[in-house]
């Protein structure tokens, strides 16, 4: 059993920055990643990052303004967004999948996902 906890999520202008965590606990050797739902959207797929040797993947939509790192010491990933802009509103999901080398682009390919954090840009 795995459990994911998100934070970090708040109201920022455009332009800023947030920065989002999640705390895993359980079995945690896993591709850990940050999908994020718009209201009337799909889940979409952001960022996210292997076990070993923890290669990292973005979508293009914030690829250059997102970056995602693990520190494996505290369990928790954590997502760093600068140059936030309106369109990055939504609801941010940290998810986890194994095998911890296999990443997946696909919301239903991923195992156990935490609450969702709210993260609203205005403009």
């Known amino acids: 059993q795995v459990q994911l906890v998100e934070s970090g999520g708040g109201l920022v202008q455009a332009g800023g920055s947030l920065r989002l965590s999640c705390a895993a606990s359980?079995?945690?050797?896993?591709?850990m990643a940050w999908f994020r739902q718009a209201p009337g959207k799909e889940r979409e797929f952001i960022a996210a990052i292997t076990w070993s040797p923890g290669t990292t993947y973005y979508a293009d939509s914030v690829k250059g303004r997102f970056t995602i790192s693990r520190e494996d010491a505290k369990n928790t990933v954590y997502l760093q967004m600068n140059s936030l802009k309106p369109e990055d509103t939504a609801v941010y999901y940290c998810?986890?999948?194994?095998?911890?080398?296999?990443?997946?682009?696909?919301?239903?390919?991923?195992?156990?996902w935490g609450q969702g954090t709210q993260v609203t840009v205005s403009s």
């Open positions: 359980g079995r945690t050797s896993a591709v």
């Open positions: 998810a986890c999948r194994w095998p911890f080398y296999s990443v997946k682009y696909s919301s239903g390919e991923y195992h156990y």
